[in-house]
């Protein structure tokens, strides 16, 4: 097994890509309120700026910043995971996943990049945007409802962001 070193920055601003162990699946869009409910408890407990998300059927893409006294964005990132498994059906589970107590429902990790400058924050909120159009679901990225692009429609939703 692989052993990552991942950059610890206090205050980092980091972009994400979670993705579903079912590639083609629809479950992060069908079960979008119990995303919003996982993100919701853990910016309660742990906070971070949303700076940018898309949320796509089987995988989400995020821009977000940390306190400025915290580095810790992998217990953030597995909290929401769990929250958000915990309220599903196990997804097909191999042993790897019943030795992790995990639900089968994840990829097991996630991509990050941390943001370099202005130029690179710019084009990574053009990425999470873009995306729905880039896979076909949208013609326009304003069209994709599951998107930080419709910040001032987000109704009931922690004022940090999307979520």
């Known amino acids: 097994m692989s052993h990552y070193i991942r950059p610890k920055i206090p205050g980092a601003t980091i972009f994400f890509t979670l993705t579903l162990a079912e590639r083609g699946s629809d479950l992060l869009v069908r079960n979008i309120d119990l995303l919003r409910e996982a ?5 309660l407990e742990r906070p971070f700026f949303v700076d940018a998300i ?14 400025a006294t915290d580095s810790d964005y992998a217990t953030r990132w597995r909290t929401i995971k769990t929250r958000f498994s915990r309220a599903l059906p196990c997804g097909p589970l191999r042993e790897s996943h ?11 990790r996630f991509w990050e990049h941390h ?11 053009a990425y ?5 159009v880039k896979h076909g679901f949208v013609a326009k ?23």
């Open 128 to 132: 999470c945007w873009n995306n729905p």
């Open 54 to 67: 898309v949320i796509l059927p089987d995988h989400l893409h995020a821009l977000i910043t940390l306190p």
């Open 141 to 163: 990225a304003a069209d994709w409802p599951f998107s930080s692009i419709h910040r001032d429609l987000a109704q009931g939703l922690v004022t940090s962001g999307w979520a």
């Open 115 to 125: 943001i370099r400058g202005e130029d690179d924050f710019c084009a990574h909120v």
């Open 98 to 108: 019943l030795a992790r107590n995990e639900r089968g429902i994840w990829q097991r």
């Open 39 to 43: 993100f919701h408890r853990t910016l």
